[in-house]
DNA sequence: ATAATTAGTTACATAAAGTAACTTGTTGAG
DNA sequence: CTCAACAAGTTACTTTATGTAACTAATTAT
């Protein structure tokens, strides 16, 4: 198997934001940088998938990672302009969900 | 774990658009009604898979699945008006792809 | 009958994700 | 100093998803 006709930067693109809580993590970063344990809690992802994937976003320059000496310490992330340039497309599956996808019990949600 | 707060609509797009192989089966798609060979050869899937997201996509109503009793059989599979209005989204990962994914030994595939 | 074609399934190996306990580094209370 | 508290991250282990290849079913041409 393994061998597609389709064009690799799109197969990549579709790789990163297709992987597993990465367009989580990338659609809750747009409200600003976080810690950690916000982005956990917002996401319900589990510590060790975050740290991995916030590893991976750090090497793809969708986020940086930046430690303040404080006490504790506190380490936040925030989107590159890379991460940024995600924004049109998180909101077109917003847009996307918000029209065709039902869930009985919801209401619509916030832009 | 599991308990974030979240868009309920939003996380079930993400859900489905972040499905390994959704994604690009929703795009190859996009050029035609196309049999499970063709896509199986377009985009690298296995047939055990395939199948598999081709009755998820399904029960979505995302795709349509047509049998045509002819010799020997052929089942095409479609988009319906759900999985068209996918298209702009596809177009947005198509465009950030080619702005910012560089795969050295390739050049910028057509759109 | 038999081989060929296509869609789909079954059985099993490998890889990724989920869970929870643990480590590290730091600080402030006692 | 020693110990509890806290945040980030790691380790060890279980469960689920994916990859691979052989197999089944339905149909038709030879």
Tied chains: 1, 2.
């Excluded at 990338?26 to 590893?55: C, M, T, V």
């Amino acid at each position: 198997m393994e061998d597609s006709s389709l064009c690799p930067r799109f197969e990549k693109a579709v790789g990163i934001i297709s992987q597993r809580w990465n367009a989580l993590i990338i659609y809750q970063l747009l409200s600003g940088p976080q810690r950690n344990h916000e982005i956990k809690d917002a996401i319900g992802i589990s510590g060790r998938l975050l740290s991995e994937r916030l590893k991976d976003l750090e090497a793809e320059d969708i986020i940086h990672r930046e430690v303040y000496a404080e006490t504790p310490v506190r380490i936040e992330y925030s989107l590159t302009d890379k991460g940024h340039s995600l924004k049109p497309l998180m909101k077109d599956i917003k847009a996307w969900a918000d029209e065709w996808i039902d869930i009985p019990t919801h209401k619509q949600c916030k832009s």
